[in-house]
């Protein structure tokens, strides 16, 4: 097996594709049900694709990290700090766009890229200093058990009364929380970055696993998939009851259901990939793994171009395109579907541009 595991490309750009059909519609009126997030408590298909992808973070952490003595601690902080405010400063200047001449003091805060780079830099940096697996493991517990205990003693699991949106409130005014919900409450808060950065040391810990195995799998897969079905069963049966699956608050038994499941689809993926060599069904999700950032930025900047950028008297360019095309040829939620893949097309044109160019655009 090469250094470069195709399986793990492959599971971050199949997350990738999904997560741009969800985020995508022609219109959120008409959406298959799979493709909607559950409304509060519960999981639904579309509610796998966040966390999916902060699992990706960790698996690609353990290839970036695998050998931290050749740079000083002062220089894996440095780095882990300017890539931890990039991400999080492009996603900020994401929701900026296209409002340039909106104050900047009004701009949500948090959103999608700014929960994987706190995320992202709060397992690093409990990686580079903890290191040792067995204590990064009891890292895991200690920080899923803490936050438990900060959102029992700060109030409940619900919309209205969670501590993460009453911290959110405290350290922001309601214009720059996300306001979807009916409510100022923001579910990329900063609360959250707590469980998920827990979510991207699990991915690191399983992609360690997965490179120590590389030159016999077999190893790897005899373990992945029952250690990711104890994993789901133990938070959907166990946990679940207790502290609900909840993809907004991102509770522990979230972190610990998906987590499990991202280990079995994982898992099929080595045996597919990796082991069998199965390999030429994998092109465009190769390509939207190897620049999954990327992919993801165009695919939000696509859509906002042409809903505030293109402006009719009857509409917006992206509303338009939906009632004017994919509605009358395929009705209202095959339209509205097809729409999305449309998306997903269009963004995979660019990153394949990339791929053919060997580009890889990092931040």
Not at 66 to 79: A, C, F, H, I, P
Not at 81 to 86: A, D, E, S
Not at 255 to 271: A, P, Q
Not at 322 to 340: E, I
Request: aromatic fraction near 16%; charged fraction near 15%; hydrophobic fraction near 50%.
């Amino acid at each position: 097996m090469q250094q470069r595991l195709l399986s793990i490309d492959i599971f971050r750009g199949m997350t990738i594709a999904f997560m741009i059909i969800v985020n995508s519609p022609g219109s959120w009126e008409y959406v298959y049900a799979p493709l909607r997030h559950a409304s509060w408590h519960g999981c639904t298909p579309t509610d796998l694709v966040f966390p999916f992808f902060i699992f990706a973070v960790g698996l690609s952490m353990a290839f970036s990290m695998r050998n931290l003595q050749k740079k000083t601690t002062s220089q894996w902080t440095t780095k882990i700090l300017k890539r931890t405010l990039l991400i999080f400063l492009v996603g900020f200047l994401l929701n900026w766009f296209p409002f340039f001449h909106k104050n900047l003091l009004d701009v949500r805060v948090f959103g999608v890229l700014q929960r994987i780079g706190l995320s992202y830099g709060l397992a690093a940096l409990l990686i580079l200093f903890v290191q040792k697996q067995k204590y990064l493991l009891s890292t895991i517990v200690l920080g899923l058990l803490g936050y438990t205990i900060i959102m029992k003693m700060g109030g409940d699991f619900t919309l209205e009364n969670n501590f993460g949106k009453k911290l959110d409130s405290m350290l922001l005014p309601d214009q720059n929380i996300y306001g979807g919900f009916g409510t100022p409450f923001d579910p990329e808060g900063l609360l959250g970055s707590i469980p998920s950065a827990m979510h991207v040391i699990i991915g690191f810990l399983v992609g360690k696993y997965l490179i120590d195995n590389k030159a016999n799998p077999s190893i790897f897969l005899k373990y992945i998939f029952p250690f990711g079905i104890v994993l789901a069963g133990v938070a959907y049966f166990g946990l679940d009851p207790f502290i609900p699956i909840n993809k907004p608050l991102w509770t522990p038994s979230y972190v610990l259901f998906t987590s499990g499941l991202s280990c079995i689809l994982l898992g099929l993926l080595v045996y597919i990939l990796d082991v069998k060599k199965i390999q030429k069904w994998s092109l465009p999700f190769n390509v939207f793994g190897r620049n999954a950032l990327f992919s993801y930025v165009l695919s939000i900047v696509l859509v906002k171009v042409l809903i505030y950028l293109f402006k009719f008297e009857d509409g917006n360019g992206y509303s338009k395109l939906y009632t004017s095309l994919y509605q009358p040829l395929l009705g209202n939620y095959l339209g509205s579907f097809s729409f999305a893949l449309s998306i997903v097309f269009v963004v995979f044109i660019g990153a394949y541009i990339l791929f053919k160019k060997n580009i890889l655009i990092k931040l």
